[in-house]
Each structure stands twice: as structure tokens, then as C-alpha cells.
């Protein structure tokens, strides 16, 4: 078992569900009933540092959120490679997928291409973050997308197996 993939997969599920809220970290650390730093919940955040049970349950009570629900989505991402380490992105097909979704993503990777960049690039979580935000889409949804072989797959064929 990965504990640091759970810790950075609790940390995306808590931010995902504070800013759908539209709240800042102060704005969450008002709500819950024991102090505690914006910096230690930015920690807990981006999975750098492990919370208590009873800070968790705190947390999930002020996001309105089951404590039981937010495990399950974290334990699903971490078995289902969700989140995987990287992923192998063909910089070409990328760069030729016209979904409207990947627009930002294609017109990286078409840049990548211009500079004559090799035509796979392993996109490491941080990347894969990144590109996500560029889009407007949560990390997972970016990587269905990439995943997807509809209707053009930005994967080469060993991407499947990571």
C-alpha cells in the first residue's frame, strides 16, 4: 500500500471540495471547531503532511462531505491508477485531437511539436496537474480524456499498462 499516494489523493478529493464551494483556505479554517494554520491545511492539501482521524472528520464535517464517501473516492483513485505516477502522451496525436475539453492541451502539444520536441513526453502527476488546470477539467477527468481512444488517442500503445 502507497500511503503517500493516499495522502495526495486525500489532498486533492479536500482542495476539490473546498474550492467548489469557492471558499479560500482561511474561509474553511473559520469553519471547523479547533484551530488550526491556512499553511497546515495547504499541507494537508497538496498531501505533504498526514491529518488525524479526528482533524479528517473535522475537515469533512465543515466541506459537508461523509468522511466514509471521501475515503472510498480516495481508496478508488489509488487502486484504479486515477492518479497514475505518469502517463506516455503522444505530443502528435495530442496535438491532432480536436475535443474542444483538450483545446489547451493540444495547442501545448503542438507547440511541443513545433520545437521539434520528441513525439512522446511521460507527464508526471505534477504535469498532468498542471495540463488539468489548463483545461478547466480535475485531474482525473484529463487523464479519462487522454486515456480515451475517441476520437483520437494521445496515448502511445504502452500507456494502457502504467
Same mark, same amino acid.
Given at each position: 500500500?502507497?500511503?503517500?499516494?493516499? =495522502?495526495?489523493?486525500?489532498?486533492?478529493?479536500?482542495?476539490?471540495?473546498?474550492?467548489?464551494?469557492?471558499?479560500?483556505?482561511?474561509?474553511?479554517?473559520?469553519?471547523?471547531?479547533?484551530?488550526?494554520?491556512? =499553511?497546515?491545511?495547504?499541507?494537508?492539501?497538496?498531501?505533504?503532511?498526514?491529518?488525524?482521524?479526528?482533524?479528517?472528520?473535522?475537515?469533512?464535517?465543515?466541506?459537508?462531505?461523509?468522511?466514509?464517501?471521501?475515503?472510498?473516492?480516495?481508496?478508488?483513485?489509488?487502486?484504479?491508477?486515477?492518479?497514475?505516477?505518469?502517463?506516455?502522451?503522444?505530443?502528435? =496525436?495530442?496535438?491532432?485531437?480536436?475535443?474542444?475539453?483538450?483545446?489547451?492541451?493540444? +495547442?501545448?502539444?503542438?507547440?511541443?511539436?513545433?520545437?521539434?520536441?520528441?513525439?512522446? +513526453?511521460?507527464?508526471?502527476?505534477?504535469?498532468?496537474?498542471?495540463?488539468?488546470?489548463?483545461?478547466?477539467?480535475?485531474?482525473?477527468?484529463?487523464?479519462?480524456?487522454?486515456?480515451?481512444?475517441?476520437?483520437?488517442?494521445?496515448?502511445?500503445?504502452?500507456? +494502457?499498462?502504467?
Amino acid at each position: 500500500m502507497d500511503g503517500a499516494a493516499y =495522502q495526495r489523493a486525500l489532498g486533492r478529493e479536500l482542495q476539490q471540495l473546498r474550492v467548489r464551494r469557492r471558499w479560500t483556505r482561511a474561509q474553511l479554517v473559520e469553519r471547523l471547531p479547533h484551530e488550526l494554520s491556512a =499553511q497546515a491545511l495547504a499541507s494537508y492539501e497538496t498531501g505533504t503532511r498526514s491529518c488525524t482521524v479526528v482533524r479528517f472528520v473535522e475537515l469533512c464535517t465543515a466541506l459537508e462531505t461523509s468522511p466514509h464517501d471521501l475515503l472510498e473516492r480516495v481508496h478508488h483513485q489509488v487502486n484504479n491508477h486515477e492518479y497514475p505516477a505518469s502517463l506516455k502522451v503522444d505530443l502528435n =496525436q495530442l496535438a491532432a485531437d480536436e475535443r474542444p475539453e483538450l483545446a489547451p492541451a493540444h +495547442r501545448w502539444a503542438a507547440a511541443e511539436v513545433g520545437r521539434h520536441a520528441g513525439a512522446t +513526453r511521460d507527464l508526471d502527476l505534477s504535469a498532468l496537474e498542471s495540463l488539468a488546470s489548463l483545461c478547466g477539467q480535475p485531474t482525473v477527468e484529463l487523464i479519462r480524456l487522454l486515456r480515451d481512444p475517441e476520437p483520437a488517442s494521445p496515448l502511445g500503445p504502452d500507456s +494502457r499498462h502504467r
